[in-house]
């Protein structure tokens, strides 16, 4: 199985800042990495898949970017509604794998 | 815009048979990858296995999970379930049904079910 590292497993921050989020796959993965939101109690939601396209209906402050084995979620502006999981997801190979989380808190 | 709804029992006895439904609305069943995973509570995210319609239906199975999993659709009803055998507490979570959307040879999520959680206790 591809193991998917995030770093870090949390982060504080504050409403207006630039967050960054890393992701690492245990093997290449080109660019099949897929990006979700999860707020407390909530489903996850798609925000980024191909590592950089942005689902439809899902704002510009939310960037992805990254190829291979290295990949970077960007969000800007932090908002109130921002602060939530977020999990990378590899779809190279079977079994699909997500990382461990980052949870953005304030 | 699709929507997924999971439906089933909340509470499933040990060495039984936990069965979920996900009803799809907004959008055909066909063409897409219909997949289930599974978050247990205050953990990460397990994908479990999907099922896709054409090619004579075809699956693929987490294989953690391989030999108690079973993923059918029901083009008839607009819905496709999950049937895992032999539960143990470990298999208490919230389950997810999610729709996948090709890319290349693959397939990502662009859409999930809100969620609903089975646990599993006698």
């Known amino acids: 199985d591809i193991q998917m590292t995030q770093s870090p497993s949390s982060l504080s921050a504050s409403v207006g800042d630039r967050v960054t989020i890393t992701c690492r796959a245990s093997q290449g993965i080109t660019t099949y990495l897929a990006w979700f939101q999860q707020r407390p109690g909530k489903a996850p939601k798609s925000l980024i898949y191909?590592?950089?396209r942005l689902q439809s209906g899902v704002p510009s402050k939310f960037s992805g970017s990254g190829s291979g084995t290295d990949f970077t979620l960007t969000i800007t502006s932090l908002q109130p509604e921002d602060f939530a999981t977020y999990y990378c997801q590899q779809y190279n190979s079977f079994p699909f794998t997500f990382g461990g989380g980052t949870k953005v808190e304030i | 815009q699709v929507q997924l709804q999971e439906s089933g029992p909340g509470l499933v006895k040990p060495s039984e048979t936990l069965s979920l439904t996900c009803t799809v609305s907004g959008g055909p069943i066909s063409s897409y990858y219909w997949s289930w995973i599974r978050q247990p509570p205050g953990k990460g995210l397990e994908w479990i296995g999907y099922f896709y319609i054409y090619n004579s239906g075809n699956n693929n199975y987490n294989p953690s999970l391989e030999s108690r999993v079973t993923i059918s659709v029901d083009t008839s009803k607009n819905q496709f379930s999950l049937k895992l055998s032999s539960v143990t507490a470990a298999d208490t979570a919230v389950y997810y049904c999610?729709?996948?959307?090709?890319?290349?040879?693959?397939?990502?999520?662009?859409?999930w079910g809100q969620g609903t959680l089975v646990t599993v206790s006698s």
């Open positions: 191909a590592a950089s």
């Open positions: 999610a729709r996948g959307n090709s890319h290349e040879y693959s397939y990502y999520f662009d859409s």
